[in-house]
């Protein structure tokens, strides 16, 4: 009974992630002011973060939240506080209903399509979590897969791995280059 | 992990942490708004508030029973931070009329939660036991703890971004692009520190860190020793912890780090603009916010709540035991927090590029090579 | 007629508890909705910023979509025997999230770079190659 009443709650609790993400996500197309659409990303970030953790990726969560949360987002506002002269700057001017309705035409025409796809797929995840993490629940409190996780970034994906750390410093070099100030 | 999978009465034992961690928190933040002005007092050579106390001639007691206690006054100045909310409260809650009202009102959550949340992944004491069901005292046992506190902490730059954005005043703006480039440079030399104690404990779980500094190799004795101070983290990584208490000071925008109020040049800094409660709010957040620092800093490299005799104490009463742990866990955090004001009144500021400078050209550096050195002594 | 009806309740009753029961369908229309909704907003916003903000949506609809697949994977593995490998789709999880940092430093620093010489981040501004 408990059990039972415990796996609705999470389910509850999983489908109020998903429209607190869905709604972040649509607030971010549709508010007028950016730096509101910036944090209603943030929003919607925190509950991806929440999914990952309903799909025991504990790390990813983490990951998530310090990258894009953290970090990204935040950078994203700097660049949005850069970007305008003054506080209502930031409110977009004009709207176009003919390309708010058009992307939302495009986006509902995909949506659909994802859909109709994936309607076969009743792979009950619950069940999943339970089989993948029964291989590590000797490790005292180190999250499911944390361990694999590890082994497998460093071992078998060691090369995207490395080639990842280099793009990143590549990137961060010419985000450096381009932004600063030439002097002649 | 996310596992509520357990039987109903331990969900009962399951609040007690909860209760206990945050109702002590909250009971402490008025405690060292008192204790700070005192600090700050008696480093500068003054008194400092003592007139709204419960015994004397302007006390409580005088007021309501009209009980002066001998004239003498006794603790003076313990009501101040009453006296500070009720002020607070009922002051005008002004908001600019060209402020972002939304973002405005959400930024002193913002200030507030991310701290709190840092208590979620500390383990406060030794396991209790009520009748067989055993409790452990700790709020979630995450396998992630450490990326858990880098996250939460990197939460903490929204409050101070967005209302000092919001305020729509130069002197906020400037004030909350200040801490946000500052939180953001700080962080990177902290998850570098982070790293090497996750290299050295194998462990993200401050669980087990903190299990891990009870017992330590004694050199003279030639076996490993119990819960001596010599188990400590800050033995082994004493690099690591010299640079996290300083990345902890920037986090927490503390002076010498106070660059985002800097009363000097910026009049308030990012919260020049709030009043009232919202005010309350960021500074009751920046008081957690230490409390939450000398938390980790103490589970990280200073024993968490071990002391020495935990074992023959335990071996008699494990309960006593863990009680003891309670309280030793709260001197060490009261120890950090006092270390934090002492330094605010003693240091003077940093010039901005100075925090810069520091933070990327030795900070960054030297966690670097801390790391590096941790990963050659653990191969 | 009453038990028809009682029937059909509990009919109903199954059919959304299955719809709402956690699997990996739901996880994948998330990612769907994330997806659409992201390109939305890249044909429908001006702002320079908010095209990429959108294009942050569209790269975590995708990862998570990854990282359910790699857990449905668990039973696969327990049908065919093959050892389990969910960990790869982590893997492509956090390549992504290196990728979209790397992205982001970029993108943004392009931003600044070019408000500072044309005072405006309006994609309908930005046609000096048109002319």
């Not at chain 1, 309903?54 to 998530?64: E, G, K, M, P, T």
């Not at chain 2, 405690?31 to 400092?48: D, M, P, S, T």
Request: hydrophobic share 60%; with cysteine; proline share 3%.
């Amino acid at each position: 009974m408990v059990r039972a009443m415990h796996s609705m709650l999470a389910t509850l609790l999983f489908w109020i992630v998903v429209l607190m993400t869905v709604t972040a996500a649509t607030f971010v197309v549709v508010a007028r002011n950016i730096l509101h659409a910036a944090f209603a990303l943030a929003v919607a970030f925190l509950g991806v973060a929440g999914i990952y953790i309903f799909l025991h990726a504990d790390f990813l969560a983490a990951v998530q939240l310090i990258v894009y949360v953290g970090g990204i987002i935040v950078l994203v506002m700097f660049a949005i506080m850069f970007s305008a002269h003054t506080q209502e700057g930031t409110v977009e001017p004009r709207r176009t209903w003919l390309a708010l309705g058009g992307g939302a035409l495009v986006a509902g025409v995909v949506l659909a399509a994802t859909i109709m796809l994936i309607n076969r797929l009743q792979v009950p995840l619950a069940e999943a979590n339970a089989h993948a993490d029964a291989a590590y629940r000797t490790t005292a409190s180190a999250a499911p897969g944390e361990i694999a996780l590890g082994h497998v970034l460093l071992g078998e994906y060691l090369l995207p791995f490395e080639v990842a750390s280099i793009l990143i410093l590549a990137a961060l070099v010419g985000a450096v280059a381009i932004v600063r100030k030439e002097t002649r | 992990m996310l596992s509520l999978g357990l039987d109903a009465s331990a969900v009962g034992w399951k609040l007690l942490p909860v209760l206990l961690v945050f109702g002590a928190v909250l009971a402490v933040v008025p405690l060292l708004v008192y204790l700070e002005r005192k600090v700050c007092a008696w480093i500068q050579n003054r008194v400092g508030p003592n007139r709204v106390g419960l015994l004397g001639p302007d006390g409580l007691a005088q007021g309501v029973l009209g009980f002066s206690g001998g004239g003498k006054r006794i603790l003076g100045g313990l009501l101040q931070p009453l006296a500070d909310a009720i002020k607070l409260i009922s002051k005008e809650d002004f908001i600019p009329a060209q402020a972002d009202k939304f973002l405005f009102s959400l930024a002193p959550f913002f200030a507030l939660l991310p701290p709190f949340l840092t208590f979620v992944v500390v383990p406060v004491g030794a396991d209790l036991t009520f009748g067989g069901t055993t409790v452990p005292l700790i709020v979630a046992d995450l396998g992630v703890g450490m990326l858990w506190v880098l996250s939460v902490s990197s939460l903490a730059a929204y409050g101070v971004q967005l209302g000092g954005w919001a305020s729509n005043s130069k002197f906020s703006l400037l004030g909350g692009v200040r801490a946000t480039a500052q939180m953001i440079s700080y962080e990177i030399t902290m998850g570098l520190v982070l790293l090497s104690v996750f290299m050295h404990y194998d462990s993200l779980s401050l669980r087990e860190i903190v299990q891990a500094q009870a017992t330590y190799f004694d050199p003279l004795l030639g076996r490993l020793a119990a819960n001596g101070l010599g188990s400590w983290g800050v033995w082994h990584q004493p690099l690591a912890a010299l640079l996290f208490v300083i990345c902890a000071f920037a986090e927490n925008n503390r002076l010498p780090f106070d660059m985002p109020e800097c009363e000097a040049e910026l009049v308030g800094g990012y919260h020049t603009e709030y009043s009232s409660m919202k005010f309350g709010m960021f500074f009751q957040g920046e008081y957690i916010a230490m409390l939450a620092m000398g938390a980790v800093i103490s589970t990280l490299f200073f024993g968490g709540w071990h002391y020495p005799g935990y074992a023959s104490v335990a071996a008699a009463s494990p309960n006593l035991a863990a009680l003891i742990s309670l309280a030793v866990l709260g001197a060490k955090v009261m120890i950090f927090v006092l270390f934090q004001m002492w330094v605010r009144w003693t240091l003077p500021r940093f010039r901005y590029d100075q925090v810069m400078e520091l933070g990327w050209k030795v900070l960054i550096p030297l966690a670097l090579v801390n790391l590096v050195v941790t990963a050659l002594v653990n191969l | 007629m009453d038990a028809a009806l009682t029937l059909a309740a509990s009919d109903l009753v199954q059919w959304l508890g299955n719809l709402l029961t956690f699997r990996l369908a739901s996880c994948l229309a998330l990612s769907g909705a994330l997806f659409a909704i992201g390109a939305w907003g890249v044909l429908a916003r001006r702002n320079i910023l908010l095209v990429l903000i959108s294009v942050e949506l569209m790269l975590n609809a995708v990862m998570l979509a990854f990282v359910a697949f790699a857990r449905a994977h668990v039973n696969l593995a327990k049908e065919t025997g093959l050892p389990y490998a969910g960990e790869s789709g982590q893997i492509f999880a956090l390549t992504i999230i290196a990728l979209a940092a790397a992205e982001a430093a970029v993108g943004l620093a392009i931003v600044i770079a070019y408000f500072r010489n044309r005072q405006t981040v309006d994609t309908r501004d930005i046609s000096l190659m048109r002319h």
